[in-house]
């Protein structure tokens, strides 16, 4: 089956502009989570969507949005951006049934941000 | 809160030799899982391996072997048989079995080389 689907891949803003990305899960998996990787800070989770609804944050500043659709597709979307949002966005997905197991996440290659 | 401390930035292995990736976690979850991920230089990272906390026996997938040691809170990845596409950054994770799916603690990683 398909994996996850991350767009655009790479991508190059300049300061102040806004960035969305989108991700498509895996068919059936309910939650999707964002993380961002950066060289100096290493995986940092973002936020995680499940049926539509935020149910996890990461310490992120409030330029830092997603959402999820009924599909369980998601974007994120950043505001106002600074040069130290450079970074690598991941998202997973999970089929997350709720047992205390596994529960190994699913992650897309990526979108490749450079904040100019 | 959880942490994970994996103290190798970068290690060497000859082809066809054995290497182990070490980490260490710490977490007040009473019951917890632990993974491991590769992330080749294609960006997307692909689940290798998982342990759960009450797991008796150390888990292994292939020629991957998670060495737990609960006491010592250590999950090493041990990789036999090294190929020259193990080559990539591998991340250590853990997620308490009381947080949902898609928030996982990630530590810094460890760059494996494998040399021909």
């Known amino acids: 089956k398909a994996g996850v689907t991350q767009t655009p891949r790479y991508l190059i803003k300049t300061r102040g502009q806004q960035v969305t990305l989108s991700c498509s899960p895996i068919?059936?998996?309910?939650?999707v989570s964002w993380y961002q990787q950066t060289p100096g800070q290493g995986l940092q989770f973002l936020f995680e969507?499940?049926?539509?609804?935020?149910?996890n944050k990461g310490n992120f500043p409030g330029r830092f949005s997603g959402r999820q659709f009924s599909n369980s597709r998601s974007e994120m979307n950043v505001s106002t951006l600074e040069l130290g949002d450079s970074a690598l966005y991941l998202c997973?997905?999970?089929?997350?049934?709720?047992?205390?197991?596994?529960?190994?996440?699913?992650f897309g290659e990526g979108s490749r941000l450079t904040v100019l | 809160a959880q942490k994970i401390t994996q103290t190798q930035p970068g290690m060497f292995v000859q082809e066809k030799e054995a290497v182990t990736l070490d980490c260490t976690y710490d977490?007040?979850?009473?019951?917890?899982?632990l993974f491991w991920y590769k992330q080749p230089s294609s960006g997307e990272m692909i689940f290798l391996i998982y342990?759960?906390?009450?797991?008796?026996q150390n888990a292994t997938e292939g020629r991957y072997s998670l060495n737990f040691q609960k006491a010592r809170k250590s999950a090493n990845l041990v990789i036999s048989a090294s190929q020259l596409g193990d080559s990539a950054m591998y991340f250590c994770a853990m997620r308490g079995h009381n947080t949902n799916a898609g928030k996982s603690t990630f530590g810094d990683g460890t760059t494996l080389t494998v040399k021909p």
């Open positions: 977490t007040s979850d009473p019951s917890y899982g």
């Open positions: 068919s059936g998996h309910r939650s």
């Open positions: 969507y499940f049926s539509e609804t935020q149910r």
């Open positions: 997973a997905s999970s089929f997350a049934s709720g047992a205390p197991d596994t529960g190994e996440l699913f």
């Open positions: 342990q759960g906390s009450y797991d008796q």
